[in-house]
């Protein structure tokens, strides 16, 4: 891709909530930003002994040149465990009603919300069982789920332990919840900090932020791209 390394302005973008973007979008982010930004992978340490991992890659790995003319902007790490500032952010987004529905309705209907979640090509460990992927997902998108309590300790109480097939259900529902808040309540941080504008191509996130910062009374920019024909 053929992309300008001379910035057209001051406004400055953070992509979220994921770490690479498709093509298509960082060139529609590099015809309207002066740079933008990238956090590295979200491994995410739930205890000393649980998590997720994290990959090395990077958005200017492909792009040399914009990251040596500051137009991409990488390097923000979002790894380790969560501080008390971000477990309360995450866990006002889980008592909240609105938050919560609107997970839901992701998981049920958004095809690319639930692969940002899970990998459902294959079979999901659950528990101490494997459970092929379309099974798994009814089980996970189930409405009562929707209602239950969930909240960072929570998740960490079902990690320290064996769980049951219904239990490992909770544990990767919660867990879901968990890393989808964090990268909203990271994105918060860093646009607040940097003062960047936060930029999706991701609708369900778009809108999961926006619910956020509607009921923390928070000012900051928040777009979503929509992504036609790819």
Request: glycine residues 14%; aromatic residues 8%.
């Given at each position: 891709m053929n992309l300008s390394t001379t910035p057209p302005g001051e406004r400055l973008a953070l992509y979220y909530p994921f770490h690479l973007c498709h093509e298509r979008t960082l060139r529609s982010l590099l015809e309207e930003y002066a740079s933008v930004h990238f956090r590295d992978y979200m491994a995410l340490r739930v205890t000393a002994m649980s998590?997720?991992?994290?990959?090395?890659?990077?958005?200017?790995?492909a792009h040399p040149e914009l990251v040596a003319s500051g137009r991409i902007v990488q390097g923000y790490s979002v790894s380790g465990p969560l501080d008390a500032e971000a477990i309360t952010a995450v866990n006002r987004d889980l008592e909240d009603d609105a938050w919560r529905?609107?997970?839901?309705?992701?998981?049920?209907?958004?095809?690319?919300?639930?692969?940002?979640?899970?990998?459902?090509?294959?079979?999901?460990?659950?528990?101490?069982?494997?459970?092929?992927?379309?099974a798994a997902l009814l089980r996970l998108a189930e409405e009562p789920r929707q209602r239950r309590a969930y909240s960072v300790q929570e998740l960490q109480r079902l990690s320290e332990r064996q769980l049951s097939l219904e239990e490992g259900y909770d544990y990767e529902y919660a867990l879901a919840l968990v890393k989808t808040s964090a990268s909203l309540a990271y994105t918060v941080r860093l646009c607040l900090r940097h003062g960047l504008e936060a930029v999706t191509d991701s609708k369900a996130h778009f809108r999961l932020l926006q619910q956020t910062l509607a009921r923390d009374q928070l000012t900051l920019t928040n777009r979503w791209i929509p992504r036609q024909g790819y």
């Open positions: 998590g997720t991992t994290a990959y090395m890659d990077r958005m200017g790995d529905s609107q997970f839901h309705i992701a998981l049920l209907a958004d095809r690319r919300f639930q692969r940002g979640l899970f990998d459902l090509s294959h079979g999901v460990r659950i528990g101490r069982s494997m459970v092929p992927g379309p």
